[in-house]
């Protein structure tokens, strides 16, 4: 451990802040007095070497340091951050098996989404802008991912939705784009409130936010504190997690927060395949399975997890199928894949999880940044409906999209097989709160939503590379091409998308072909899970009775059916969708269209949840913001408040008026009555105007006399107050013992 | 070394004189002169963030000598933590402001410089007053400048405006006066003849209930006004909307600090058995504010006012932290105090810089803005974040003290404070919300006005007076710890001595005194203070209370 160089680190994270730093710096300078060739070039060669060194450090630390080196987990201090009292959050940094999966995947995937920009972004006057933020976004991811403690991970939480926001409403100038942005914010904003308040809960119980310290507590099970202590009667641990999972909710797109995603299209295409669908938005995922041993002990966070997860991959799917924008309908996939990843988390499955969060940042990022190239090539068009048949000019984007539809549909052998194949198994035959309904229910949402996917995922490939042209004939002419700096990236994507399924290779498969290839990331990630993998009890984790389990394995059989059937469900419906979409709309299609009648304009127009959410959230809160401004503030505080005061004020001015009449021997007069009065006062009543010792004494002597009493003497005491007529006598009563002060 | 305090109240009363004397109508030369003296001052008070002596609890450059005998009333100067940033904050911001308003400010330019630096004496002197009567005198001092400020050099309705925030805040320091002088004369009593008004003198004065819960409101009617606590509020939006931008700047940066420094350095020390009842209702008020604040700063269609009721959602905040009475609360309400100062101070600039070419301040006029204006985009959206509390920047740093602290340590004075804190933390999705709205009004969508078209970016002096609060707005985000080095052993003595002199208050209510005490008569009694405490407030009430408890007892059929 000694000859780790922990310090690289940090500069993970430095380089691409670095880069962000100089191109907010100097490249509106750049842009303005260079040429503007040589400016881009400078603006995107800082960018990208800055991603392409975290890249680099990433890699090198990984396989120098945790795979040849052997060590499993290195921590860099960097400088106490906050503190006060006995609270002490370190500014540390982490990198363990998990977060090493996920910094390989960030500056992978980060540093091909950037290259591709260069072509895509070719010709934006805010090239620097663009490529400051992106390079912001990949140092809040970093952060998120190797915080030590939670809240340096809030740092990075918060980091990326600020990026996202930005991002999103990159085209600022469009009103509805800056509108998604701060939707996007806004709905983040929800869940990172429940994830500040989840810190808050674990750490009244931890007194910490280490992770570490938190496993500490939360290794002890049953006898954790976590669990054995209630916050508003319900154990610590489901609070917090329950809370953390709303923050999950936000940042991964889950319902009931998702709808922010779809918006967020509304962003330049790179930005979507890198923040909205490779990394940004696994976040939830990672911080789930980042915390498997708090989740763990709450059962009931789990099963709600799960069938949230399962509910939103079957619910965003349908929505799927009926979209006509070629991102809106990839954004639906995503949230539909994250709904997947949560299943897999919600059931115990932290393995499939990330797994399935490795092979869908490739064949998302993959189809996305086709999509970018598809939109570039239609002149920025997006609509489905007047494509078609683009495979013949863009063969490379076609066939690289071809290959992620056929991963993200789970055909063998690619890495969607795998990863969802897995998740399905996971969530039928893991144990849960409340097996086995839950799993009937999970496997269940997962399989119909496997189908809507292969179908949703294939009418999309058709209707735009295959068939022909549906759009003018100016496009297809003159437009319609490929450049080589966005297809390099494609390609190594696919390849990816093609072979990162042998890092889970099933143990049924390798019983019945004899190709015993071990679980690289189950072992690889066995550190991770290790504390909850012991618990036992209601806070077990792992293969459930008459779940198919044998010596620790799904038998093969039912693991070999469960492959059958959702390659066979994939197959079909890409068939159909085959059929439907081959060559254009077809008939049948429009009668299935017509036959659905209801059902399809509920998928069409996303079930009305934003109208819905409008009604019930948005137009109320304007319209409780106006009643508390102009009824609340201006009426009663200001108007009755303080306005009554003031005119009560007034009046009183007005009665005294009378006495300022402006008339000077009236004046003298009261000034001399004034004065009479005051000397009266004065050397009629010695203990006023003088703190002798003896007029204090007199009152000391006096015990039964407290309060304010004390300061007014002890003689019974009244006021009078008279206008003409009207008296008013206030007494106050006589010095009697009690009266004044005293105890309550 | 010693006197650096009096030299820093001395040095702007100097330029003031010496602005006073200058002709009329030398309107750059008298602002000359003051950004001259202020940043003189500025330069002068630097010795107190480098010499200061982190991980000391106690008064620092202290100095005391007799005023006016007679009466026990000293000049007694210091600073400690939980006040040398606010010093600083106000001797930063000052020369800033001047130097901002080099255009704003056309008319008697003279009279402006003249109250800007009278009010920072003003500032400073209530910052560092170590004796009440003292404190008082220059509490007063700052309130004729600043309603001078608003009222000459204000926008249309300033002189109302002027009047409103006069005689809101005359009203709640009259009470505290009264209340001054009877705890003065207690302290004569029990002390049997030792006149003093001197802070530790009368912090060792202990009330009986009653009358501690009437002097502790008094002080309260003044410090929530200032803050401004909800329901009180109503004279900030004016107030900020007519004010020109350093009015503004000074208003949200020092002034509404010094209310909360109030509550920290007198009302909740001094009377702590009455704010430890009171702290409940407080709390609630805050939280009110906080989430109050937000939804009216929403509905705001004046950019300015929508900040000045952001300015009421934040301070809600910042009270919060102080009524919790925990370490993090108070170290948190200090430095998010340093923040709002910072951000929202900012912020109005950022405002100023726009009405300045534009001279309106209404959401509708403007749109499109980024396009035009690059560079004041970026310091508008930093100052922006910051003030919506974005982690990495200096607003997070308290408000996460702040609720950490409340959430797990207030249970001896607020009752579930988990839950408090979940209200209160709906204020960060608000703040995000309202502060959107008004970023995305204002510089995003396309340009709709012509006249927004020809818009000036930032001048380089603009650029040099933003550039010092961001820097120290990233600064303090990124790396507080030189900040809460100091803070943090302030706030420790003082959550410490609170409970001590809570313990006293209660025991001298045991005890069946009518009569006020010694908080050293009881030193015996409270060597456990908070079990005291809780033998007075019922020990089997507490897990209830404060929202946590035991939980029972889980056998799931989950194990395979």
New interface residues.
């Given amino acids: 451990m000694n000859a780790v160089p922990t310090q690289d680190l940090l500069w993970i994270i430095l380089a691409p802040l670095c880069g962000a730093i100089f191109n907010?710096v100097f490249g509106?300078l750049a842009m303005r007095k260079l040429p503007d060739r040589t400016a881009r070039e400078v603006v995107h060669l800082v960018a990208i070497s800055a991603v392409a060194i975290a890249c680099f450090l990433s890699f090198s630390v990984w396989w120098d340091v945790m795979v040849e080196g052997g060590v499993r987990r290195l921590v860099q201090t960097v400088?106490?951050?906050?503190?006060?009292?006995?609270?002490m959050i370190g500014f540390d940094l982490l990198l363990d098996p998990l977060s090493a999966v996920m910094i390989l995947v960030v500056t992978g995937v980060g540093l091909l989404i950037h290259i591709f920009s260069v072509g895509y972004m070719a010709h934006d006057p805010d090239y620097h802008r663009y490529f400051a933020y992106l390079n912001l976004f990949m140092a809040s991811m970093l952060i998120l991912v190797l915080g030590k403690s939670l809240?340096v991970t809030?740092?990075g939480?918060?980091?990326v939705g600020?990026c996202s926001?930005l991002l999103i409403?990159f085209w600022?100038?469009?009103?509805a784009k800056?509108?998604a942005g701060?939707k996007a914010?806004?709905m983040n904003?929800?869940g990172?409130?429940g994830f500040?308040?989840g810190?808050?809960?674990l750490?009244?119980v931890v007194?910490s936010l280490d992770v570490d310290a938190i496993a500490a507590v939360a290794a002890r099970g049953?006898q954790s504190p976590l669990?054995?202590?209630?916050?508003?009667?319900?154990?610590?641990a489901t609070v917090a997690t329950l809370l953390l999972f709303l923050g999950c909710t936000g940042k991964s797109a889950q319902i009931p927060l998702y709808t922010w995603l779809p918006d967020a299209m509304a962003g330049p295409t790179p930005v979507s395949a890198l923040i909205h669908a490779a990394t940004m938005v696994t976040a939830g995922v990672y911080l789930i399975v980042r915390l498997n041993f708090v989740f763990a002990l709450a059962?009931l966070t789990m099963a709600i997890v799960a069938v949230v997860g399962g509910v939103t991959a079957l619910f965003a799917a349908t929505i799927g199928i009926t979209q006509f924008d070629i991102k809106k309908v990839l954004a639906y996939s995503t949230v539909s894949q994250l709904g997947y990843m949560f299943l897999a988390a919600g059931m115990g499955a932290w393995v499939a999880a990330i797994f399935h969060l490795m092979t869908h940042a490739f064949f998302k990022a993959c189809l996305f940044l086709g999509s970018g190239s598809v939109i570039e090539a239609c002149h920025h068009n997006q609509d489905i409906r007047t494509m078609g048949g683009l495979r013949k000019k863009m063969p490379i984007t076609a066939g690289t999209f071809f290959i992620s539809c056929l991963a993200i549909a789970g055909i063998f052998p690619f890495a969607g097989f795998f990863s969802k194949d897995e998740i399905l198994v996971g969530a039928y035959t893991y144990?849960?709160?409340w097996?086995p309904l839950i799993n009937y229910l999970g496997w269940g949402l997962g399989t119909v939503a496997a189908a809507c996917t292969a179908f949703y995922m294939f009418r999309l490939y058709y209707l735009t590379f295959e068939g022909s042209f549906r759009g003018d004939e100016h496009t297809w002419t003159h437009h319609v091409a490929e450049y080589p700096i966005m297809w390099v990236p494609l390609v190594i994507l696919a390849f990816l998308a093609t072979v990162a399924g042998f890092l889970g290779w099933p143990h049924a498969l390798g019983e019945v072909t004899g190709l015993h290839l071990p679980h690289v990331l189950e072992r690889w990630l066995e550190p991770v899970t290790a504390t909850s993998a012991r618990f036992?009890?209601?806070?077990?984790v792992?293969?459930?009775?008459g779940g198919f389990?044998h010596d620790g394995h799904v038998t093969v059989g039912a693991e070999m059916g469960f492959m059958g059937v959702s390659l066979g469900v994939a197959v079909v419906f890409w068939l159909w969708a085959r059929r439907l979409y081959g060559d254009g709309f077809s008939k049948e299609a429009e009668a299935w269209k017509a036959r659905l009648g209801k059902l399809y304009e509920a998928s069409l127009h996303k079930y009305w949840v934003d109208e819905l959410y409008d009604a019930v959230v948005v137009r109320p809160?304007?319209f409780?913001?106006?009643l508390?401004?102009?009824f609340?503030?201006a009426l009663v505080?200001?108007g009755v408040?303080?306005g009554g005061t003031?005119g009560l004020v007034g009046w009183l001015g007005d009665v005294v008026r009378v006495f300022h009449n402006g008339n000077v021997r009236r004046y003298l007069l009261a000034l001399l009555v004034g004065v009479g009065l005051v000397l009266a006062t004065v050397y009629g009543n010695p203990t006023v105007s003088s703190?002798e010792?003896s007029a204090?004494h007199r009152?000391?002597s006096r015990?039964?006399?407290?309060?304010?009493r004390?300061?007014l003497g002890a003689e019974p005491y009244r006021i009078e107050i008279g206008f003409g007529s009207w008296k008013k006598v206030i007494d106050l009563g006589p010095a009697a013992p009690g009266a004044a002060?005293?105890?309550? | 070394m010693n006197h650096l305090l009096s030299i820093l109240l001395v040095l702007p009363v100097l330029g003031a004189l010496t602005t006073a004397l200058l002709p009329r109508g030398e309107d750059r030369l008298a602002k000359g002169v003051g950004l001259f003296f202020s940043g003189l001052a500025f330069l002068v008070s630097l010795p107190l963030a480098t010499a200061f002596e982190a991980g000391r609890a106690g008064m620092q450059f202290e100095e005391r000598h007799a005023w006016i005998d007679r009466f026990g009333i000293g000049y007694h100067v210091g600073v400690d933590g939980l006040s040398v940033w606010l010093v600083l904050l106000a001797t930063f911001l000052t020369p800033l402001c001047i130097w901002g308003a080099w255009r704003a400010i056309d008319h008697r330019s003279r009279e402006f410089v003249v109250s800007m630096l009278l009010l920072e004496t003003g500032m400073i002197g209530a910052l560092v007053a170590l004796d009440l009567v003292l404190f008082f005198t220059f509490w007063e001092v700052m309130l004729v400048p600043m309603a001078l400020i608003i009222g000459i050099w204000g926008s249309e309705q300033r002189v109302k405006a002027a009047i409103?925030f006069f005689?809101?805040t005359m009203v709640g320091s009259a009470l505290m006066l009264a209340a001054i002088v009877?705890l003065a004369?207690?302290h004569?009593?029990v002390t049997?003849?030792t006149?003093s008004f001197d802070l530790a003198d009368l912090d060792r004065v202990v009330l009986?209930?009653?009358?501690q819960a009437?002097c502790f409101w008094a002080f309260v009617a003044s410090f929530a006004i200032k803050v401004p606590l909800f329901?009180v509020?109503?004279?900030l939006p004016d107030a900020h909307t007519q004010a020109p931008t350093p009015g503004s700047v000074i208003l949200a940066g020092v002034l509404l600090k010094l209310g909360t420094y109030g509550f920290i350095r007198f009302a909740m020390p001094l009377f702590p058995g009455a704010a430890a009842e009171a702290a409940q209702l407080l709390a609630i008020l805050a939280i009110v504010g906080i989430v109050?604040g937000a939804?009216?700063a929403?509905?705001?269609s004046d950019v300015k006012r929508l900040v000045a009721y952001s300015s009421v959602s934040h301070m809600g905040f910042v009270v919060l932290g102080i009524v919790g009475m925990?370490?993090?609360g108070l170290?948190?309400a200090t430095y998010q105090s340093l923040a709002h100062g910072l951000t929202t101070g900012a912020l109005f600039l950022c405002i100023g810089v726009l009405y300045e070419r534009r001279h309106t301040r209404a959401l509708d006029a403007f749109g499109?803005v980024?396009?035009v204006m690059?560079i004041f985009t970026?310091v508008f959206m930093i100052a922006m974040?910051g003030s919506a509390g974005?982690?990495?920047l200096v607003g997070f740093?308290g408000e996460?003290?702040i609720?950490?602290?409340t959430?797990?340590?207030s249970a001896h004075v607020l009752n579930d404070p988990?839950?408090l804190?979940?209200v209160a933390?709906?204020g960060?999705?608000l703040g995000?919300?309202y502060l959107?709205?008004m970023f995305?009004r204002v510089?995003?969508?396309?340009?709709t006005h012509p006249e927004n078209e020809k818009l000036r970016d930032l001048s380089l002096r603009e650029q040099l007076v933003f550039a010092p609060i961001l820097a120290l707005i990233v600064l303090m985000g990124v790396?507080?710890?030189p900040f809460?080095?100091t803070?943090?052993p302030s706030?420790?003595a003082l959550?410490a001595h609170f409970t001590h002199k809570r313990c006293a208050s209660v025991a001298l209510?045991r005890s069946?005194?009518?009569?006020a005490a010694l908080a050293d008569d009881f030193a015996e009694a409270c060597t456990d203070p908070m079990a005291v405490i809780r033998a007075v407030y019922g020990d089997e009430r507490a897990p209830q209370v404060s929202?946590?408890?035991?939980?029972?007892?889980?056998?799931?059929?989950?194990?395979?």
């Fill in positions: 907010l509106r400088y106490p951050w906050i503190f006060s009292g006995e609270t809240l809030f740092v939480w918060e980091g600020l926001y409403g600022f100038s469009d009103e800056a509108s701060r914010f806004v904003r929800i990172d409130f500040i308040l810190l808050f809960a750490y009244t007194h049953a669990v054995t202590t209630a916050l508003w009667g319900v154990p610590v059962p144990a849960s709160e097996s036992a009890g209601p806070y077990y792992g293969l459930r009775d389990a809160f304007k409780l913001a106006k508390c401004y102009r609340f503030d505080v200001d408040g303080v003031a703190l010792p204090v009152v000391q015990p039964d006399l407290g309060g304010l004390t300061t002060g005293g105890e309550r | 409103k005689l809101y009877y004369v207690v004569y009593q049997k003849g006149l009986p209930p009653d009358v009437l329901p509020h109503t004279w109050y939804l009216v929403y509905a705001q925990t370490t993090q170290t948190g499109g980024a396009k690059p970026a974040l974005l982690p990495g740093v996460f003290l609720m950490v602290g959430f797990s340590g988990p839950l804190v979940l933390a709906t960060v999705i995000a919300v959107l709205h995305q510089m995003f969508g396309p340009i790396y507080p710890k809460l080095e803070i943090d706030a420790q959550a209510a069946g005194a009518s009569r929202g946590f408890g035991p939980a029972p007892r889980q056998e799931g059929p989950r194990a395979p």
